[in-house]
């Protein structure tokens, strides 16, 4: 139920509205946290949002698909995932993908119409000069070499001269997902922190590459911890953001979770759409806990989707998909391409960095 002592809720609309004269960050911290804490109508908030997706993708998704270049035996503890060797989720480690197998899923992607393939590595990171980083680089190559789709990268950690390597032989995207917002960051991950994240999205953007990044919702995060990611990857103007919903995994501490709501799931990809309008905001992992609503996550403003097999999660068939995307009259588009811009206004990058801070001190209404 609403608090009577706040301020009456800014609607949706008239913020639409604002961004679209040009007022990029029209939404604040304070509004953001509470339409993500359930106040105001949810359709009202996606018809906003509708509206933004629109202006900016009209008719077009963007299509990716990923590859796990090495399977499982991670170091680190990250509290969701299958693949950290520290749980017992059954998942075995196994050898980096040879290039041969990931031209292969690039084939594979690029026939779907996926514009991107990813290159996905369960590991800390890759250490300058080491056989790990070689493989990922001949990787990387090969797919560029092949031209059956873009070639993008999770690698974990990395340093600037290995992002400059990658960029050498084809990588033009890095993924670092933030997960959650900072202080929720530390309770499900304790074996990196957040600032190190952010120093290689950093590292990728001063290189000039593309960044992806994006988080998981329903680990347990308060609306405040959901204010405070899109916050941050506003004020990182992050490029693509991968929207994830737990898929709990059998040994990880969150097994046993609930999945969201399916209307709370809509809720969260609208209210992303308003704080982030220039952004491509796709689905990942945990997507099919839509159920019948799935069809609404466009309405809700996403403008893409992950298509085909995830790293250790179920996802629905490609053919689904494709049938969806039909039905829907929606096109796939290459990630990069040219797009109406929304904002002229530049951002101040103090204010940005205040709204991140003042995100965990907000009313919250339950
Ligand atoms: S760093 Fe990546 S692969 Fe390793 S445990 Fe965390 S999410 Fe999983």
Redesign the pocket.
């Known amino acids: 139920m609403a608090d009577s002592t706040l301020a009456p809720l800014p609607s949706p609309q008239a913020i639409a509205e604002r961004i679209l004269a040009g007022e990029r960050d029209a939404l604040d911290g304070a509004t953001l946290t509470r339409y993500l804490a359930g106040e105001g109508d949810l359709w009202e908030l996606m018809a906003a949002a509708d509206r933004l997706r629109r202006a900016r993708f009209g008719d077009s998704v963007h299509l990716c698909s990923i590859v796990n270049a090495k399977r499982g035996g991670?170091?680190?503890?990250?509290g969701?995932?299958?693949?950290?060797?520290?749980y017992n989720t059954g998942v075995e480690p196994e050898r980096f993908l040879e290039p041969a197998a990931i031209v292969d899923a690039s084939a594979r992607a690029g026939e779907v119409g996926s514009s991107a393939l990813g290159l996905?590595?369960?590991?800390?990171g890759l250490e300058d000069g080491s056989r790990a980083l070689a493989q990922i680089v001949a990787g990387v190559r090969a797919v560029r070499d092949a031209g059956h789709t873009e070639a993008h990268a999770?690698l974990?950690f990395v340093s600037r001269d290995a992002l400059a390597e990658l960029k050498e032989a084809g990588l033009t995207e890095l993924n670092h997902?933030l997960?959650s917002g900072r202080a929720f960051f530390s309770k499900i991950?304790s074996?990196?922190t957040y600032d190190a994240r952010i120093q290689t999205i950093r590292d990728a953007q001063a290189l000039g590459l593309r960044t992806c990044v994006g988080g998981i919702f329903g680990m347990g995060e308060a609306p405040e911890d959901r204010a405070e990611l899109a916050l941050e990857l506003r004020a990182l103007d992050v490029d693509e953001v991968p929207l994830n919903f737990l898929v709990d995994v059998e040994g990880t501490p969150l097994a046993g979770r609930e999945p969201l709501e399916p209307r709370a799931m809509l809720r969260i990809i609208a209210a992303f759409r308003l704080a982030l309008p220039r952004q491509n905001i796709f689905l990942a992992a945990g997507r099919h806990h839509l159920g019948q609503l799935l069809p609404l996550m466009f309405s809700a403003g996403a403008s893409g989707m992950m298509i085909g097999d995830f790293l250790t999660t179920p996802n629905r068939t490609v053919d689904d998909d494709l049938e969806l995307l039909e039905m829907l009259g929606l096109q796939a588009q290459v990630c990069g391409a040219p797009r109406p811009e929304l904002a002229a206004e530049p951002r101040p990058a103090a204010r940005a960095r205040a709204e991140v801070a003042s995100a965990r001190h907000l009313p919250v209404v339950a």
Request: aromatic share 4%.
């Open positions: 991670c170091p680190e503890d990250c969701f995932c299958a693949q950290s060797r520290r996905v590595t369960a590991t800390r999770s974990g997902n997960e991950v074996t990196h």
